[in-house]
């Protein structure tokens, strides 16, 4: 098993099985989540997308999975988001599996931008660990019989001041609990962090040093090739002539393709495609026709090329008259130029 298989446990890994505690989230509206106290909005992500619902999974071996709709793209999150998870859960981050942005398994936290993931996928999962733990302590207090004042959670298992310890594992075997987020568990004091704020190796960096699969465009298929296309030198340029015996016995090359003034070079690597583009683009000569024009010139030949004009409102001059009476706006007209475009473009 990879690193990558260890942080995507298949959708039927998840299904079977022994018991399981899922901290998931209703599908009701937020009134019925906080019944009886009136409209309450949830924290983070638990309010924006209520209808995929699973955040964090316990299984009867004490396995630990959360879930997150966020994606790393360099940012580090999947460092960061373990980090949250595992302060609050009492763990440490290595003990934590990570599902990111999986369309079958994770909740759809739309867009991965604007800084919004510690903000709004951290705070769901920092209140979704925070009841899970909450939730084992209270079954830990009933099977020890003492009061959740004397226990503690300390890697993967609750412990009680007696020294008596039971896994999260051992906890949640019984039967699976479905509970609605309520977004009230008390969280861990800033002054009692252990990982939170802490050094830690991010998981991420591994894989694209050593050239391993980072992200989405790392997928490699069995029989994938790669294809790189040759562009023209300018607008309509016409393509005369291209020898391409040479090209086609570069290692790697399988193909080279040429239809009228589209050309294009398939090999088994991407390198191997790169350099077979390059040399494919040395070998092509092109008739070029003079048609943009000189840099002292572009204004006016933008303004003289067929164009939409589109007007925009851009704002009321003034917001005391009456709704029913006329408003005076300011207008803007844009000029928007249909250039050429190329019939190389792919």
């Known amino acids: 098993m990879t690193a ?7 959708r039927r890994g998840f299904l079977l099985g022994g018991g399981a505690l899922i901290v998931s989230f209703s599908l009701l509206p937020p009134l019925a989540v906080a019944a009886g106290t009136g409209e309450r909005k949830l924290p983070g992500s638990l309010q924006r997308d209520p209808q995929l619902n699973s955040w964090i999974r316990i299984d009867e071996h004490g396995v630990i999975t959360v879930f997150t709709g966020k994606c790393e793209l360099g940012q580090g999150i999947k460092t960061a988001l373990l980090q949250v998870a595992a302060e609050e859960l009492g763990v440490t981050p290595e003990s934590i599996r990570l599902v990111t942005a999986d369309t079958a398994l994770t909740p759809n936290e739309g867009y991965t931008a604007g800084s919004h993931s510690m903000q709004d996928s951290g705070t769901a999962l920092r209140y979704a660990a925070a009841q899970a733990r909450s939730l084992l302590m209270g079954a830990a207090a009933a099977r020890l019989g003492v009061s959740i004042d ?8 609750v412990v009680a001041d007696d020294g008596r310890r039971l896994g999260f594992g051992a906890l949640v075997k019984d039967e699976a609990l479905h509970v609605a987020a309520d977004g009230r568990s008390a969280l861990t004091d800033a002054a ?5 704020g802490m050094p830690v190796h991010r998981v991420d960096i591994p894989a694209k040093v050593s050239g391993g699969p980072a992200f989405v465009h790392d997928l490699r298929l069995p029989g994938m090739l790669h294809a790189r296309v040759v562009r023209p030198p300018s607008y309509h340029a016409t393509l005369l002539r291209i020898d391409t015996s040479t090209i086609a016995k570069m290692p790697g090359v399988r193909a080279v393709h040429r239809d009228g003034n589209y050309l294009a070079v398939i090999a088994e690597r991407e390198y191997q495609a790169i350099a077979a583009m390059h040399a494919l683009g040395k070998a092509a000569a092109w008739n070029e026709t003079p048609s943009l024009p000189e840099p002292d010139q572009i204004f006016d030949w933008l303004t003289s090329q067929p164009a939409d004009r589109v007007v925009r409102r851009l704002a009321r001059i003034s917001s005391r008259q009456p709704i029913a009476a006329p408003t005076r706006c300011m207008l803007r007209s844009d000029h928007r130029a249909r250039l050429p475009s190329s019939k190389m473009a792919s």
């Open 192 to 196: 009692h962090y252990r990982v939170i």
């Open 4 to 10: 990558l298989d260890r942080l995507s446990p298949s």
């Open 150 to 157: 004397r226990l503690k959670a300390h890697d993967g298992a």
